[in-house]
Protein backbone atom coordinates (compact mmCIF):
# COMPACT_ATOMS: atom_id res chain seq x y z
CA UNK A 1 0.00 0.00 0.00
CA UNK A 2 0.81 3.79 -0.67
CA UNK A 3 2.40 5.51 2.30
CA UNK A 4 1.43 8.86 0.41
CA UNK A 5 -2.51 8.64 -0.67
CA UNK A 6 -3.08 12.18 -2.12
CA UNK A 7 -1.10 15.46 -3.86
CA UNK A 8 -1.74 17.49 -0.58
CA UNK A 9 -0.44 14.98 1.70
CA UNK A 10 3.19 14.85 0.52
CA UNK A 11 3.34 18.42 1.77
CA UNK A 12 2.77 19.51 5.47
CA UNK A 13 0.59 21.94 4.92
CA UNK A 14 -0.76 22.33 8.48
CA UNK A 15 1.79 24.57 10.22
CA UNK A 16 1.72 27.35 7.00
CA UNK A 17 -0.36 30.28 9.11
CA UNK A 18 -1.38 33.19 7.46
CA UNK A 19 0.89 36.22 7.38
CA UNK A 20 0.02 39.74 7.96
CA UNK A 21 1.13 42.50 5.50
CA UNK A 22 2.95 43.37 8.98
CA UNK A 23 4.81 40.35 9.50
CA UNK A 24 5.79 40.30 5.73
CA UNK A 25 7.49 43.92 5.92
CA UNK A 26 9.10 42.50 9.39
CA UNK A 27 10.48 39.57 7.08
CA UNK A 28 12.45 41.48 4.31
CA UNK A 29 16.41 41.24 5.98
CA UNK A 30 18.08 44.34 6.96
CA UNK A 31 15.39 47.22 5.62
CA UNK A 32 15.65 49.01 8.24
CA UNK A 33 18.83 49.44 7.88
CA UNK A 34 18.73 49.96 3.89
CA UNK A 35 15.79 53.07 4.00
CA UNK A 36 18.07 54.52 6.95
CA UNK A 37 21.58 53.85 4.55
CA UNK A 38 19.01 55.66 1.39
CA UNK A 39 18.20 58.49 3.53
CA UNK A 40 21.62 59.46 3.88
CA UNK A 41 23.23 58.68 0.86
CA UNK A 42 20.09 61.31 -0.37
CA UNK A 43 20.87 63.64 2.23
CA UNK A 44 24.18 63.67 1.44
CA UNK A 45 23.76 64.28 -2.50
CA UNK A 46 21.44 67.37 -1.90
CA UNK A 47 23.82 68.93 0.74
CA UNK A 48 27.22 68.43 -1.83
CA UNK A 49 25.59 69.77 -4.50
CA UNK A 50 24.25 72.84 -2.47
CA UNK A 51 27.98 73.41 -1.76
CA UNK A 52 29.30 72.93 -5.03
CA UNK A 53 26.58 75.04 -6.58
CA UNK A 54 27.71 77.90 -3.68
CA UNK A 55 30.86 77.81 -4.47
CA UNK A 56 30.80 77.75 -8.20
CA UNK A 57 28.35 80.63 -8.16
CA UNK A 58 30.98 82.93 -5.58
CA UNK A 59 33.93 81.95 -7.88
CA UNK A 60 32.03 83.05 -11.22
CA UNK A 61 30.12 85.86 -9.68
CA UNK A 62 34.00 87.34 -8.37
CA UNK A 63 35.82 86.32 -11.74
CA UNK A 64 33.51 88.34 -14.34
CA UNK A 65 32.22 91.24 -11.90
CA UNK A 66 35.92 92.63 -12.09
CA UNK A 67 35.16 95.75 -14.51
CA UNK A 68 38.64 97.54 -14.36
CA UNK A 69 41.87 97.56 -12.05
CA UNK A 70 44.10 100.27 -10.14
CA UNK A 71 47.64 100.27 -9.22
CA UNK A 72 48.04 101.61 -5.57
CA UNK A 73 50.42 104.89 -5.52
CA UNK A 74 52.23 106.67 -2.97
CA UNK A 75 49.43 108.46 -0.64
CA UNK A 76 46.33 106.01 -1.84
CA UNK A 77 44.12 104.72 0.58
CA UNK A 78 41.15 102.43 0.39
CA UNK A 79 38.71 105.20 1.47
CA UNK A 80 40.35 107.65 -1.68
CA UNK A 81 39.54 104.64 -4.39
CA UNK A 82 36.25 104.14 -2.86
CA UNK A 83 35.60 107.80 -3.09
CA UNK A 84 36.60 108.11 -6.37
CA UNK A 85 35.23 104.55 -8.25
CA UNK A 86 31.79 104.34 -6.23
CA UNK A 87 28.46 105.00 -7.77
CA UNK A 88 27.16 108.45 -6.73
CA UNK A 89 24.31 106.91 -4.72
CA UNK A 90 26.25 104.54 -2.62
CA UNK A 91 27.90 104.97 1.17
CA UNK A 92 31.46 105.15 0.79
CA UNK A 93 32.11 102.44 3.62
CA UNK A 94 29.92 100.25 1.96
CA UNK A 95 32.41 100.52 -0.89
CA UNK A 96 35.21 100.10 0.77
CA UNK A 97 33.82 96.72 2.07
CA UNK A 98 33.07 95.24 -1.36
CA UNK A 99 36.87 96.40 -2.27
CA UNK A 100 38.01 94.55 0.78
CA UNK A 101 35.93 91.43 -0.36
CA UNK A 102 36.93 91.73 -4.01
CA UNK A 103 40.83 92.03 -3.35
CA UNK A 104 40.49 89.09 -0.61
CA UNK A 105 41.70 92.36 1.96
CA UNK A 106 41.05 91.82 5.82
CA UNK A 107 42.36 95.07 6.77
CA UNK A 108 42.45 98.49 5.32
CA UNK A 109 46.37 98.28 4.40
CA UNK A 110 47.25 98.23 0.62
CA UNK A 111 51.13 99.34 -0.22
CA UNK A 112 52.48 101.16 -3.60
CA UNK A 113 52.18 98.96 -6.59
CA UNK A 114 49.87 96.83 -5.01
CA UNK A 115 46.61 95.95 -7.80
CA UNK A 116 43.47 96.51 -6.70
CA UNK A 117 40.87 94.91 -9.00
CA UNK A 118 37.61 97.24 -8.75
CA UNK A 119 33.97 95.39 -9.15
CA UNK A 120 31.35 95.91 -11.57
CA UNK A 121 28.46 96.90 -9.30
CA UNK A 122 25.73 96.69 -12.29
CA UNK A 123 26.54 92.66 -11.76
CA UNK A 124 25.82 92.13 -7.96
Known sequence: MLKYSTYK???????AVPVSNFQRLRMIPHRKHFF????IVVVLTLTCTGF?????????????????????????????IAVTYKPAEMDTRKYVRILKSVNGLEGSEISVGD???????DKR
Open 9 to 15: SIYNTQS
Open 52 to 80: ISAFAATISSNDNSVLETVVITPGDTLWD
Open 115 to 121: VLKLPDL
Open 36 to 39: RTLL
